[in-house]
């Protein structure tokens, strides 16, 4: 038995597996408490420009935004905090009240940043 053919792909495939390094596109599903348009077109656009982020959709039945960033660029924790910032809801946290009072008037009537209330049975 040749040690030597036994190191060569190894040595091979540990190379390009380090080579092979893409950039490390994470996912986070935030909870929010969006309920109208406006606040698809608030979160989405603003979002975008936080660190890393490559992609923001809302989805409005679920009230669920879905957020796709560099896993090396930013956190779920700062998304949820930048969302709160926004004045809307992220997981369990109501919007920021400040930020809430100058969310469209729509918003504002649906109490969108808040949280959602217990379905009453
Ligand atoms: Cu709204």
């Known amino acids: 038995m040749n040690l030597k053919s036994l190191f060569l792909p190894i040595l091979l495939l540990l190379g390009a597996n380090a080579a092979a390094q893409p950039a490390k596109t994470a996912h986070v599903d935030i909870k929010s408490s969006t309920v109208c348009d406006m606040c698809v077109q608030t979160?989405?656009?603003n979002l975008i420009y936080e660190k890393g982020v490559k992609k923001v959709h809302v989805d409005l039945p679920t009230s669920t935004v879905h957020v796709e960033y560099d896993a090396k660029k930013n956190t779920p924790e700062a998304?949820?905090?930048a969302l709160v910032k926004l004045?809307?809801?992220a997981d369990g946290t109501p919007g920021d009240p400040k930020a809430f009072a100058k969310l469209p008037a729509c918003?504002?009537?649906e109490g969108c940043?808040?949280?959602p209330e217990q379905p009453a049975h």
Request: hydrophobic residues 35%; charged residues 25%; aromatic residues 6%.
């Open 87 to 89: 004045g809307y809801a």
């Open 113 to 115: 940043g808040k949280l």
């Open 107 to 109: 918003c504002q009537k």
């Open 43 to 45: 979160i989405e656009s």
């Open 79 to 81: 998304l949820r905090a």
